[in-house]
């Protein structure tokens, strides 16, 4: 009976530990499939990453070749306009009437009768000349680009091209090197990709576009197209140095220029951050223009912006007591009959003694007759010319004036601003003139862009003037 249950339990413990043995195989047999499954997983992994990389890398090549080639194409085009205005500048250089930067004399048809076709062919001429000096000043920005191009190739790619994007992409891409291997001419012109519809720019827009770019670190656009009136064309762009201030900053208000014919803040961005880079918060209001309105619509509107940021620039870290004005050519005038006719401010329901300073380059302020067509037609219809005049208005209490002009400016010729300041010496106002050597019409608004800052000093010398007169 004993040997029978010995025998019993020897079976089941055989059984058991047979059962154990198949568990045990079992469970190895499981763990293995599970690390065969993990190692087939990662392998197939790291082969769609390795896919998709080269995926991506071909598109990016693909992508830079062909914005490459294109850019190539508008910077040659862009050559070639510059050859084709030099050969017409010189053409109009050799005419008699401009030649030495002296003004055509304006010939009358008739007793009395001023001669339309001469005006507008003096016209013309000079607006030949000014195209030169923009194509001038565009062929020196290609070679200002190329010269960058091969510093700061390894910093930029060509994603910094699409619009409303460059902040971001160049943090992105800002110690993006490119592969050994890659075109010789991407990298050329990649970091000029930002420039390639140059073609189609104006000057202007092309200098903001370049400053969004190379200024960035300096200052910032912190409103967009607020208004600041009913009409359409009532919007303002504010600008601020990068960083927090301490206290409340100066304003200077700049009006761009355009023969009260044309412009747009959006061209202009770059004298925004060219004063705010100097500390100041910086305001650039559209305004009406010539044909939809007349003297003195313009100035009017100017009044209004001085209106909306004595109300509201505190909002942006301005001081509505440190109010300053600057502008170029058209909005130059803008800027002077505000700081000099104390009508405009009053009838907006502004103390013209707000202003506290202004800045003025290349403006016109004693051109009656009007011998120029855009003269003629912003102020021809007003009946009394000599309420269109700056210098009209120069007294002694006016807000201390900067008035720069360049010696060659056959646009608005520097006789201006010599009797302005001639005659506000007489008043005994301040006022502080600079006549900058072989500096044109265009001259004095490219300085405010950095790639021409070292053309004329006159952002350094007009900032320190305002800035030490709106304390």
């Given at each position: 009976?004993?040997?029978l249950?010995?025998q019993?339990?020897t079976?089941h413990?055989r059984?058991?530990?047979?059962h ?11 763990h293995g ?6 190692r087939?997983?990662a392998?197939?992994a790291?082969?769609?990453?390795h896919?998709?990389l ?15 080639n294109?850019?190539?194409?508008r ?12 050969s ?27 001669d ?7 016209l013309?001429?000079?607006d ?6 923009q194509?001038?000043?565009l ?6 680009v ?6 700061e190739a390894?910093?930029?790619?060509i994603a910094?091209?699409?619009p409303?994007?460059?902040?971001h992409?160049?943090?992105m891409v800002?110690h ?6 890659r075109?010789l ?6 970091w ?9 720019c ?18 910032k656009r912190?409103?967009?197209a ?6 359409i064309?009532h919007?303002?762009d ?36 060219a004063?705010?880079?100097?500390g ?9 223009l010539?044909?939809?309105?007349h003297?003195?619509?313009f100035?009017?509107?100017?009044a209004?912006?001085?209106k909306?940021?004595r ?14 004005l600057?502008?170029?050519s058209?909005g130059?005038?803008?800027a ?9 401010l009053r009838?907006?329901?502004v ?10 380059l290349?403006g ?6 009007f ?18 005049q ?21 646009v ?6 010599k009797?302005?300041a ?7 106002a301040?006022v502080?003139?600079?006549?900058y050597p072989?500096?044109n ?6 300085s405010?862009s950095?790639p021409?800052?070292n053309?004329?000093p ?7 003037f305002?800035?030490?007169?709106s304390?």
């Open positions: 009976m004993l040997l249950l010995q019993a339990d079976r413990w059984k058991q530990s047979c154990y043995e198949l568990l045990y195989r079992q469970e190895q047999a499981a499939q599970t690390e065969l499954d993990h087939r997983a392998e197939a790291r082969a769609a990453d896919a998709n080269e995926r991506v890398r071909g598109q990016q090549a693909s992508i830079n070749e062909r914005t490459s294109d850019f190539e194409k910077l040659a085009a862009a050559r070639t306009d510059a050859v084709r205005l030099r017409q500048a010189a053409a109009a250089a050799a005419d008699p009437r401009l030649r030495g930067a002296v003004p055509v004399p304006r010939l009358p048809a008739a007793a009395g009768q001023p339309e076709a001469a005006d507008q062919d003096r013309r001429l000079a030949r000349l000014t195209a030169t000096e194509a001038i000043q062929d020196e920005l290609i070679k200002w190329e010269r960058q191009s091969k510093v390894s910093r930029w790619t910094i091209a699409r409303g994007r460059a902040a992409m160049r943090e800002q993006t090197s490119f592969p050994k291997r075109n001419a991407a990298q050329r012109w990649a000029a990709a930002p420039l390639m519809a140059m073609t189609a104006t000057p202007a827009g092309l200098l903001t576009s370049v400053d969004r770019l190379t200024s960035a670190a300096e200052a912190v409103a967009a607020v208004p600041y009136g009913a009409d064309r919007k303002l504010v600008w601020a140095p990068r960083g927090r201030a301490a206290e409340p900053l100066p304003v200077v208000i700049f009006f761009y220029g355009g023969g009260w014919a044309e412009g747009s803040r959006s061209e202009y961005g770059f004298a925004g951050a004063y705010a880079s100097k100041f918060i910086a305001v650039l209001p559209d305004y009406r010539v044909p939809t309105v003297f003195p619509a100035v009017e509107d100017g209004l912006a001085v909306w940021v109300d509201n620039i505190a909002r942006y870290g301005g001081d509505p007591k440190r109010i300053t600057a502008g170029h058209a130059a005038y803008n002077a009959m505000l700081a000099l006719d104390p009508k405009f009838g907006a329901g103390d013209p003694k707000i202003i506290r300073s202004a800045a003025l290349s016109p302020y004693d051109f009656y007759p011998t120029e067509a855009r003269g003629g037609a912003a102020f021809g219809q007003w009946k009394n010319p000599a309420e269109t700056p210098i009209t208005f120069a007294r002694r209490d006016a807000p201390p004036l900067f008035l720069a002009h360049g010696t060659s400016d056959r608005v010729l520097p006789r201006n601003a009797r302005l001639e005659r506000l010496r007489q008043e005994g301040e502080e003139l600079r006549l072989r500096a019409h265009v001259d004095l608004a490219s405010l950095r021409f800052r053309r004329t006159v952002l350094d010398e007009s900032a320190r305002l800035l030490a007169r304390r």
